[in-house]
């Protein structure tokens, strides 16, 4: 059960777009397309951002946008605001009711 | 107002015993999985523990098993988490996280957290 992998940190100025990646293995990411991702502004909880690879939740911009090819899971966020400077974590379903979280990428608006 | 509460944290030495609480409301409980995941100071999340609505099926991560319990109480909306034989490296904020499902929707995600409790495992 190896975490899945991040990036540490992505930049990006406001209004910019930027993707942050998320790399499992053909036992979790690879096998279901139940990828979630989730925000957390330093001291708060975690927030659903994005389930099953790419739908949002309701009340989450359009700007976040998810996806996924092979092993690999993607976020994306457009037209960046200060707001969105957090933390940013992908988990994966890895069967038998187990979750994958990725270690973790810290997102800096410039 | 959907909402998770969990207490129970505090300060444990090393092999010894604590017992997490998460009051749920808001929400018919009893109609989801409930999860503890939990994050080490400074570290990622970290996913610890499942149990499905009904307690018919737990699961643990590799590093806790043997050592906590999940357990629930749909009559009283309260989901708990047993810790034993306390490490230095179990010391982390302990979240509870309701899983979402095909039917209820945010299927196999975690749409709803706690504010969380801290662990700290320490002589």
């Known amino acids: 059960q190896s975490a899945l992998t991040q990036p540490a940190s992505v930049s990006g100025s406001p209004g910019q777009s930027i993707t942050i990646s998320c790399t499992g293995t053909s036992s979790d990411v690879g096998s279901y397309n139940l990828v979630s991702w989730y925000q957390q502004h330093p001291g708060k909880a975690p927030k659903l951002m994005i389930y099953e690879g790419s739908k949002r939740p309701s009340g989450v911009s359009n700007r976040f946008s998810g996806s996924k090819s092979g092993n690999t899971a993607s976020l994306t966020i457009s037209g960046l605001q200060a707001e969105d400077e957090a933390d940013y974590y992908c988990c994966s379903y890895a069967g038998s009711s187990t979750f994958l979280f990725g270690g973790g990428t810290k997102l800096t608006v410039l | 107002e959907v909402q998770l509460v969990e207490s129970g944290g505090g300060l444990v030495k090393p092999g010894g015993s604590l017992r997490l609480s998460c009051a749920a409301s808001g929400f018919t409980f009893s109609s989801y999985s409930m999860n503890w995941v939990r994050q080490a100071p400074g570290k990622g999340l970290e996913w610890v523990s499942s149990?499905?609505?009904?307690?018919?099926?737990?699961y643990y991560a590799d590093s806790v098993k043997g050592r906590f319990t999940i357990s629930r109480d749909n009559a009283k909306n309260s989901l708990y988490l047993q810790m034993n034989s306390l490490r230095a490296e179990d010391t982390a904020v302990y979240y509870c996280?309701?899983?979402?499902?095909?039917?209820?929707?945010?299927?196999?995600?975690?749409?709803?957290w706690g504010q969380g409790t801290m662990v700290t495992v320490s002589s």
């Open positions: 149990i499905s609505s009904s307690s018919s099926y737990i």
């Open positions: 996280a309701r899983r979402g499902s095909a039917v209820a929707g945010h299927r196999d995600a975690f749409d709803i």
